[in-house]
Structures are given as C-alpha cells and as structure tokens.
C-alpha cells in the first residue's frame, strides 16, 4: 500500500491505507482506546463484534443523546454497555467532550507512544476528522481508523438532508488570504439536491469534485454521477478513486490546492466517509486549505447494513 508523507507544525505525519492482513492483525494489536459510535445504523456494532478482544478491553462506547428511542440503536446501546468497560453520552455536537475524554484515557495508559483505534463507520465528521489533529496534540501517536464499508438497504429510496449549519471543523479553519476567489472541492454522494443547493449558495469562483469509483454497490458511480449532474457540469476538475483509498484521494487533492495567494480553498464532503476523512488528511497538512462541515436538520435514518468488510488507514504523527 502507498503512504503519503507530510507535515503539521513542524511535526512529521505518515497516512497509509491498510492491507488485509493488516487489518486482521487489529485484534492481536494493543491500543490505549478504542472508539465507536452508538447508531441507528445496523452497522453500528459491526467492528466492536469483529475486533471483540480490543474493544472488550478499553473500549469507549459513544452514545449520543438524540434518537434514543430508535429500536436498532437501543439494542447497539445495549451491546455496547456489555461489551464495553466505558461509555460517554452526550450530545452530538459535543465533540470536543470526547475528544477530552480520550486524552484523560490516553495519558492514564499510555507508555510511550499513544495508540488510538476508532471505528468511525457510524461517527459524524466532526469527531473522526478531529481526530487527526487531536492525534497531532498527543504525539508521538497512531490512529488507527477502521470501516465497515456497508450495504445500503434503502438504495432506492435516498432521502435529501435539509441543511441546518455550515461551519468550519475546528482546527481546520483554514489560513485565510487576502483573495475573493474562492474554490470548493465538493466530495459526491446521493444526495444530489443537497450539493447542488450548496453549489447555489456558495458561488464559488471554482467548483471541482470528488467521487468514489468504484463505489460500495454496482450502481453507486451511475446514481452519484446522475444526482449529482448539476456539480458536475460546472466542475473544473473531477478525481475519481475507490471508496477505500484515502491515501490516493488526499493524494490527488492535494495537487489541486492553489499556491500562494491566487484563491481560498475549501473542502465540502458529502460523500463516503473514507473520502471525507481523506480530506481531512488534506486540510491538515496543508494549514491554507479549509474543511467544512454541512450539519443537517433532523438527517434521514438511512439503514446501512454491515458488510463485515473492512477498508483501515493508520496515521502516525513523530
């Protein structure tokens, strides 16, 4: 597997994109947490029962308070109070009170460098991407992300999510310049009325996209590329990779990042999480890029099944 190389305030960060084999060596392997998210995605329990022995032993169990009375997501709650010696409820906005919680974790068992597992398959944005930098505050460190890649049950039925917020996630805000271009990069999935009331909204002066190709189903590259029709037609650049393959998507927008001072460039994902953490991977090494987050209002309960097939990315900062 290729690896990406680069810096984030003097410190050195390696991202490698995870072998099979690799990650069947998770469970043999120690960590000082081991985080997932609670949901009401059927999914939810899929790496915490696949990684079992990790898990069972310092595992945090995020629970978040909204959608508690989803029968799916009461029974992953309970599996993971079994399962797990910790678990956090709180908010779903309150990411910053998790991210406290795993460094008292961290620095209580920690014996050299910190070691972090985190099944992001059911976490929003803010907590997996915020990860990396929290990663970069308690170097020497490696985080390990893991994915359960998933089925859609609902493919025909993929309900648009009403925008209620849209902000940059802290820590990647961005060095802004004096310049009034500003250019997105749009990550695509089904929701295509969602990117293109974005696309309206933003008025950028340069739109490119990013799409997963292959994506998880046969039919995933032609619904995103038909619900997405109005991004792309204006699109100045579209990259193309595998769901799974963070190294090369972080890779590729990276040579897309404008240098010195011609425009602003930020970076919208609303497609598969592995591309959203891979620009994530992106607005940390480069302190000039921006990553925003798009909140929606009452998101629709998407049921993804698992697949109980992995795709893992390790980053380690010196």
């Not at 329990?45 to 079992?52: N, T």
């Not at 996209?209 to 032609?222: F, K, T």
């Not at 970076?267 to 620009?279: D, I, M, Y």
């Amino acid at each position: 597997m290729s690896s990406l190389v680069g810096r984030w305030r003097g410190r050195q960060v390696v991202v490698s994109d995870l072998t099979h084999e690799e990650i069947e060596e998770i469970e043999d392997s120690e960590f000082d947490v081991a985080l997932a998210a609670s949901s009401f995605e059927p999914r939810a329990r899929s790496a915490f029962s696949r990684f079992r022995r990790v898990f069972s032993g310092v595992g945090l169990g995020v629970l978040f308070e909204e959608r508690k009375d989803d029968n799916v997501r009461r029974n992953v709650d309970v599996e993971m109070r079994r399962i797990m010696p910790d678990v956090l409820e709180l908010p779903i906005a309150h990411y910053a009170r998790c991210f406290r919680e795993v460094r008292r974790l961290v620095s209580e068992r920690r014996d050299g460098m910190a070691r972090v597992l985190v099944d992001y398959s059911c976490f929003p944005k803010p907590y997996y991407v915020g990860m990396l930098s929290l990663a970069c505050l308690v170097a020497p460190a490696e985080v390990v992300f893991v994915y359960d890649l998933g089925q859609r049950d609902d493919c025909g039925n993929w309900d648009a999510a009403e925008v209620d917020d849209i902000y940059a996630i802290p820590g990647f805000e961005g060095a802004g310049i004096e310049s009034d271009r500003e250019e997105f990069l749009i990550g695509l999935g089904y929701d295509g009325a969602q990117s293109g009331a974005l696309l309206e909204v933003l008025q950028p002066h340069a739109v490119h996209a990013l799409l997963a190709d292959p994506g998880v189903e046969a039919s995933s590259v032609g619904r995103v590329l038909e619900t997405n029709s109005l991004v792309l037609e204006q699109a100045r650049n579209v990259v193309r990779a595998p769901l799974e393959a963070v190294v090369d998507v972080a890779t590729a927008v990276r040579e897309l990042v404008p240098r010195g001072s011609e425009s602003n460039f930020c970076l919208v994902p609303l497609g598969p999480k592995p591309h959203a953490l891979a620009l994530g991977v992106v607005a940390l090494l480069e302190a000039s890029v921006t990553y925003l987050h798009v909140m929606s209002r009452r998101p629709p309960k998407r049921r993804v099944l698992p697949q109980h097939r992995f795709c893992g990315t390790r980053v380690l900062v010196e």
